[in-house]
DNA sequence: GTCTATATAAAGATAGAC
DNA sequence: GTCTATCTTTATATAGAC
């Protein structure tokens, strides 16, 4: 378990390098890049990622680190940006929208945490505390909606939390796996669900 | 691409390593194990298990499409048994709640869906008509529902086929990722889900 | 149907020069 | 920070004996 860099100390260098291995993973998964498939794309070679990245691990948990923080501040901005529970609902499965609409990119936990078995223990964890981050975020507004008027009193809140995360990430793997079966995106799902919310 | 087996003429020790090969899969997906892993746990020599399937794309396609038509055939048994919508999708719901349940296993074509660009052409074929035959399948059963009055009529009934698929396959991604953080498998938030559809 | 032996290539990683 | 060269291990696959 070598120390690595923090990802807000990275060279634009390292930076690039996170950038395409998060691409890459949301692609195929941890198991389904290699150090190799980065230098390609950079335009490197491979023992060159090495210097800034010692271990594949090392590259990983650093790429999760900086996903988890991106999605902090989105939410954060979330909060800054709509007053009301069912828009802030709306304005979360934007976010997955966003990354999936561009070239239908799995939510980097998401991917990461179906691999669960197959990555290293650091990254499980990382993935782990995006999971139980993001449902306490949703659960907290969810009781704000209720508390508010804004969404059913009737539901539980906890369940409901774990009934849009899912269905935004069950769309994005139903939905690149399906192909052009299927039209709605996480976006389009999330609202459905948030429709049947409102008070 | 070489000619594979059909899977029902499968000999026993065929059988055996799919068997096994299906289980790695749902724990750590295509890229995430090897013919030496499968002959580790069978107690077999890596290469006897090329004599059964040359190639690994062979093998994991028989994999998949063995899945799919147990699947096929669950779903045939549903409806055999149960007469009403909402119960249908309650025991859908029960499948995947079996799949998950015992060792936390994803649904193979999740899995292998989410890593969709980073698997053999053949399988992704076959998982996308995997997606295909249940989203049909559930489209149906919702529709059924509202014209018997036992689900509401309001709801579109391909959106909500989709949201309860998307649901289940991310409440197995996401429930073995966020690890004890989440209390809800597949069958409490399928049925949340399907509460809400009543009429 | 399974084995040993072997081939080939890729993945992850290190050493040391520039 | 990047390179060439090299090492080690693993993955996938083949050949041929039992």
Known sequence: ???????????????????VAQGLIQRGGYNGFSYEDIARV?????????????????????????????FREALLRIEGQQARAPERLLAYAELFEQ???????????????????????????????FFKTNLQWLTDVIEQGQRQ????????????????????????????????AIHQGPQALGAALIHSLRA
Chains 1, 2 share one sequence.
């Open 99 to 129: 990354t999936y609409g561009a070239q239908r990119q799995l939510c980097l936990c998401g991917m990461l945490g179906a691999e669960a078995d197959a990555v290293p223990a650091e990254v499980a964890q990382e993935v782990q505390q």
């Open 1 to 19: 378990m070598s120390e690595s860099k923090h990802f807000s100390e990275l060279t634009p260098a390292a930076e690039r390098l996170v950038d």
């Open 149 to 180: 008027n804004s969404l059913r009193k009737e539901v539980d809140a906890r369940v409901h939390a774990q009934l849009l995360l899912c269905a935004l990430e069950g769309a994005m793997v139903v939905g690149r796996a399906a192909g052009s």
């Open 42 to 70: 950079v335009g490197i070679k491979k023992p060159s990622i090495h210097h800034h990245f010692p271990t594949k691990a090392d590259l990983v948990t650093v790429v999760t680190q900086r996903y988890m923080h991106r």
